[in-house]
């Protein structure tokens, strides 16, 4: 949604935001779901049950196909080969490791080039994602494509956990829903048609965390999803007032989920926390199961550890794939494990990557993630955000073609919207280092513990 959208949606009265929310979800779920879903979520339910041999059978099959596909019907790679050949290169596309692997540079800058021959973006659903290191990205998906892979988040994000998307629910995520300088609740919108209360993570301090609980036993939520940092901090509040919520499970996403976080939200919720992995690109997928195990999802994509980061390969869109995509995450996998569960599924272990540092605000909150501030498109390579003091922020960027004065503004004001009055200094550098696992951490917190304290103290 752009800045003028944005402020006319923030203008509206609350019944007029879940109406807005609410036609929106309608057209989410006309993409996500269909005849077919139900029938697709029985079959990925069944899969679970498939040997290791089987697994890899159906694996080697559709990555044989889509790397056939991607080599000669989509422009990137079939310039990328041609060109290879005209050098008196043979090697087979049929082998995965003749294929580079593919960095966000390539994708960032021209995007359309990965989308298949035939296939046109005015009919297919777009999506932008700046993911986590502030480079945006664009994406485009089949509706196919799409149910394919809702259907596998309502098996292994839902169903091993005795939910639907029938139930009704709370997300905690990145989306402005009520305008940064609101003071009182609703800090959410209702979105009917998904069953869905979306939950600003910018809002939940402590003097508003009651507020939460409360709307949460109002509309009678079965679930949560969200940010390991929102929960946490939701669950902090509900043990410090005694609040009882009648869960059935909370799942975590988008950041690690840290021992001591999980042990503090099942305390306070008396009921699993789930952790779950997964990239807008659909490259790679992985849920945790009843025994606490990481299950890689096979269909949505084909991973290798590459100097210990996650390279995948999308095996559920042929309209835009991904051949060896770089995911900027470190982790391993768990060769021949087996768990208590039954499920034959390969193990992911423990995600290294995506850690980011909280951002504590002047008036004592905390903010798990920045990296909205990027998913609109903004004539940006890549960003960092520091915080040096509580009140100062640096962001370090690395400019494009077309970075001006307003888009300086806009960094500017998106960021404020967020983290409230802060002084912001914008730095444009060559590159942003990277750290000693090759990936640069996309929010630095460099307060002293004891500062953070005495913001905290002072609320």
């Known amino acids: 949604m752009n800045r003028i959208l944005l402020k006319m949606f923030h203008a509206l009265p609350s019944p007029a935001r879940n109406t807005v929310a609410t036609l929106r979800g309608l057209h989410l779920r006309r993409w996500r779901y269909g005849a077919d879903s139900d029938r697709l979520t029985a079959e990925a339910l069944e899969r679970d049950s498939w040997s290791p041999a089987q697994w890899r059978a159906w694996q080697q099959d559709r990555l044989a196909r889509m790397l056939h596909h991607a080599a000669t019907q989509v422009p990137y790679y079939r310039a990328q080969w041609e060109s290879r050949r005209r050098c008196g290169d043979r090697a087979s596309w049929e082998l995965l490791e003749n294929w580079p692997i593919l960095s966000k540079e390539p994708l960032r800058e021209n995007p ?160 699993p926390v789930r952790e779950t992995y997964g990239l807008a690109e659909y490259v790679a997928a992985a849920s945790e199961c009843e025994h606490g195990t990481l299950h890689v999802w096979p269909e949505a994509g084909y991973i290798e550890i590459s100097g210990g980061e996650i390279v995948g390969t999308g095996l559920l869109n042929p309209e835009m794939p991904l051949i060896r995509f770089a995911t900027g995450d470190r982790g391993s996998l768990i060769e021949n494990s087996v768990c208590p569960c039954g499920r034959d599924l390969p193990v992911l272990a423990a995600i290294e990557g995506r850690i980011d540092d909280l951002l504590h605000t002047p008036d004592g909150r905390t903010v798990g993630r920045l990296d909205p501030v990027f998913k609109t498109a903004l004539p940006v390579v890549e960003a960092q955000i520091i915080q040096e003091r509580i009140s100062v922020l640096r962001v370090r960027y690395v400019p494009a073609a077309g970075f001006d004065e307003r888009a300086a503004r806009s960094i500017r004001e998106r960021i404020r919207d967020r983290m409230g009055p802060v002084e912001i200094i914008l730095e444009p550098v060559e590159r942003i280092e990277r750290g000693a696992n090759g ?8 307060i002293p513990a004891e500062e953070r304290q005495r913001a905290a103290l002072s609320r």
């Open 112 to 271: 359309r080039a990965f989308v298949a021959d035939g296939e046109d973006p005015r009919r297919l659903f777009h999506e932008h994602t700046s993911g986590t290191t502030g480079k945006s990205l664009d994406l485009w998906r089949r509706r196919d494509s799409l149910q394919a892979w809702y259907a596998l988040c309502e098996a292994r994000m839902r169903r091993w956990y005795g939910v639907s998307r029938n139930d009704r629910w709370g997300i905690f995520g990145g989306q402005l829903v009520t305008p940064r300088r609101q003071t009182q609740p609703p800090f959410w919108v209702w979105n009917a048609a998904l069953r869905q209360l979306y939950m600003s993570s910018y809002h939940l301090s402590p003097e508003m965390a009651q507020s939460y609980l409360r709307a949460i036993r109002r509309y009678q939520l079965t679930y949560l999803v969200g940010y390991s940092s929102s929960l946490y901090a939701l669950a902090c509040a509900a043990k410090t007032s005694g609040t009882k919520l009648d869960l059935k499970v909370i799942v975590t996403n988008a950041e690690p989920l840290l021992p001591w976080q999980r042990a503090e939200i099942e305390a306070a919720f008396e009921c």
């Open 439 to 446: 990936k640069f951490r996309a929010v630095i917190c460099r």
